[in-house]
């Protein structure tokens, strides 16, 4: 097995089988994200990444149930080369039921349906994409090189060819001046475009970031827990469409995951009784290193 710079997935791929595809982000101007900042993108040669699915089939075989195919962005790869190590990979793997990929949505919708649905086909089932925010301000602040209206595209798209969305969103990445924006815009981003699922992060300055040299300056106020806590009951109220919230990241202060609107009550009770507590019992400020 090879591998090349920082691999990185989500917790919900913890048991999968990662066997990189690519290297780097090939958007890479995110102003929080360090992960990808001295690796050049690039996709790696198909017949190398069939000859690491074959090594892990021969060590493996059976067990693997669930592939994810790193970097950053893979959904930027060719997409005849995609399909391909797509199908090698479930003609290998006899009880493969996924195969997930990061992408962000400006790549998604640059592939258009007829590319989505061959990868579909071929056995794509999920993609990762950081929506951060569905205030087209923040997105512009932070680089994030789709709008929400680009956001909405992608996911109306792989919600036509079937295609799973787990869509990222960053609390507190608006600061104080944006939070009531950032929650009551990204709500409506979910509204209008639901994803499968909804997975919650908080923002943490990292190194070698401009927004951490935007905080350390105090050009960008960040949020305190309680106001973190305040964002995230302001975006579940907003939300009205029908979506699987997820919060399971050593970010946040205070994990709620359910459905919504079903678990509604039941979450915001969660936030509600974290309120109550003094924000020094939730982590200190700290500058993320990965």
């Given at each position: 097995m090879r591998y090349e710079g920082p691999i990185y997935r989500p917790p919900s791929e913890a048991r999968s089988l990662l066997v990189q595809a690519t290297v780097g982000c090939p958007h890479n101007r995110c102003t929080f994200c360090l992960v990808y900042k001295n690796t050049r993108f690039k996709v790696r040669p198909v017949q190398e990444i069939k000859e690491d699915l074959e090594e892990a089939a021969r060590l493996e075989g059976s067990r693997v149930r669930t592939l994810f195919f790193p970097a950053g962005n893979t959904i930027a790869m060719p997409t005849s080369g995609l399909a391909e190590i797509c199908r090698h990979a479930r003609s290998l793997f006899p009880n493969l039921t996924r195969i997930t990929v990061y992408g962000s949505a400006q790549f998604i919708v640059k592939k258009g349906d007829r590319e989505l649905r061959l990868l579909a086909e071929a056995g794509l089932r999920r993609i990762h994409v950081g929506w951060e925010s569905g205030d087209n301000e923040i997105l512009a602040a932070i680089k994030k090189g789709a709008t929400r209206e680009v956001h909405a595209e992608a996911s109306r798209l792989l919600r036509e060819v079937g295609l799973e969305l787990n869509?990222?969103?960053?609390?507190?990445?608006?600061?104080?001046?944006?939070?009531?924006?950032?929650?009551?815009?990204?709500?409506?981003?979910?509204?209008?475009?639901?994803?499968?699922?909804?997975?919650?992060?908080?923002?943490?300055?990292?190194?070698?970031?401009?927004?951490?040299?935007?905080?350390?300056?105090?050009?960008?106020?960040?949020?305190?827990?309680?106001?973190?806590?305040?964002?995230?009951?302001?975006?579940?109220?907003?939300?009205?469409?029908?979506?699987?919230?997820?919060?399971?990241?050593?970010?946040?202060?205070?994990?709620?995951?359910?459905?919504?609107?079903?678990?509604?009550?039941?979450?915001?009770?969660?936030?509600?009784?974290?309120?109550?507590?003094?924000?020094?019992?939730?982590?200190?400020?700290?500058?993320?290193?990965?």
């Amino acid at each position: 097995m090879r591998y090349e710079g920082p691999i990185y997935r989500p917790p919900s791929e913890a048991r999968s089988l990662l066997v990189q595809a690519t290297v780097g982000c090939p958007h890479n101007r995110c102003t929080f994200c360090l992960v990808y900042k001295n690796t050049r993108f690039k996709v790696r040669p198909v017949q190398e990444i069939k000859e690491d699915l074959e090594e892990a089939a021969r060590l493996e075989g059976s067990r693997v149930r669930t592939l994810f195919f790193p970097a950053g962005n893979t959904i930027a790869m060719p997409t005849s080369g995609l399909a391909e190590i797509c199908r090698h990979a479930r003609s290998l793997f006899p009880n493969l039921t996924r195969i997930t990929v990061y992408g962000s949505a400006q790549f998604i919708v640059k592939k258009g349906d007829r590319e989505l649905r061959l990868l579909a086909e071929a056995g794509l089932r999920r993609i990762h994409v950081g929506w951060e925010s569905g205030d087209n301000e923040i997105l512009a602040a932070i680089k994030k090189g789709a709008t929400r209206e680009v956001h909405a595209e992608a996911s109306r798209l792989l919600r036509e060819v079937g295609l799973e969305l787990n869509a990222y969103v960053m609390l507190g990445i608006g600061g104080q001046e944006k939070t009531a924006c950032h929650a009551r815009e990204t709500a409506a981003l979910v509204n209008e475009a639901p994803p499968t699922v909804l997975r919650l992060r908080t923002f943490v300055p990292k190194v070698n970031t401009p927004l951490l040299e935007e905080v350390m300056a105090r050009r960008f106020a960040m949020l305190r827990p309680h106001q973190v806590l305040a964002e995230t009951a302001a975006l579940l109220e907003g939300i009205t469409a029908p979506v699987w919230v997820e919060s399971d990241h050593y970010t946040n202060y205070v994990n709620v995951s359910g459905s919504l609107p079903e678990d509604r009550n039941k979450m915001l009770a969660v936030l509600k009784k974290a309120l109550t507590r003094p924000e020094s019992d939730f982590r200190p400020f700290f500058i993320g290193t990965e």
